[in-house]
């Protein structure tokens, strides 16, 4: 019931790493998104947090596929559980469990850094879609991460319909539209575009002075 992409963006600065996730049931940046400077993971399906939480924590001394399969080789849910993300070394790694439901399915493109997974698709056209438009030239990561949940609903998406949506990043130095969440919306893919460019404009008055005094 979930679709999402990771991806590992080199800039000027460093490297960027972010997920974005929409699904029909509430709240999806609560459960899904994780990322740090050393990596972004999704997890979905039948969700197992600590997939995420545990794995991006490992990322400091494990490669992201060495990190979630011993993870996943501990859970006795796994057939359910499907997880994905890179890391800051250029590996990249999904996982889909064989009962997974509905259309379920990941991809993963370690040369440009972008994994992809959901279940209870329309088809894997939603997946194709999210990645064709993650990969496109563009100034913000936040916006082409939104850019890439636009497409995939487009595209079919959740079978059942979108009710939450998130976008998280970790930059070399992070803003307050670079962890975003619409819980429960009609049109939440939409509202968190609205929610993202109201911040992105009222951060135009912070100072650099107060951005690092802020955020990390």
């Not at 929409?22 to 979905?44: F, K, M, N, R």
């Not at 800051?88 to 993963?108: I, L, P, Q």
């Not at 949940?149 to 979108?162: E, P, Q, T």
Request: proline share 2%; charged share 25%.
């Amino acid at each position: 019931m979930t679709f999402s992409v990771c991806i590992r963006n080199e800039t000027d600065d460093g490297t960027e790493f972010g997920v974005g996730v929409a699904t029909d049931a509430p709240a999806v940046g609560a459960l899904a998104p994780c990322v740090s400077h050393e990596g972004a993971i999704s997890t979905q399906s039948f969700v197992n947090v600590r997939l995420g939480r545990r794995g991006v924590a490992l990322l400091d001394d494990l490669a992201v596929d060495d990190a979630l399969e011993g993870l996943l080789a501990q859970d006795d849910d796994s057939d359910l559980r499907q997880v994905h993300g890179v890391d800051s070394r250029g590996n990249a790694y999904a996982f889909s469990g064989e009962n997974c439901d509905g259309w379920f399915g990941h991809e993963v493109h370690e040369e440009a850094g972008i994994t992809a997974a959901g279940n209870m698709l329309e088809g894997g056209e939603t997946l194709s879609a999210a990645v064709d438009a993650l990969s496109a030239d563009g100034d913000d990561l936040v916006d082409r991460l939104l850019s890439a949940l636009a497409a995939g609903r487009d595209a079919g998406g959740d079978k059942r319909g979108h009710s939450s949506a998130a976008v998280a990043v970790k930059a070399p130095q992070t803003t307050a539209y670079h962890d975003l969440r619409v819980d429960h919306h009609e049109t939440p893919i939409d509202e968190l575009r609205r929610v993202y460019e109201a911040a992105v404009e009222a951060s135009e008055g912070f100072s650099e002075e107060s951005r690092s005094r802020i955020f990390d």
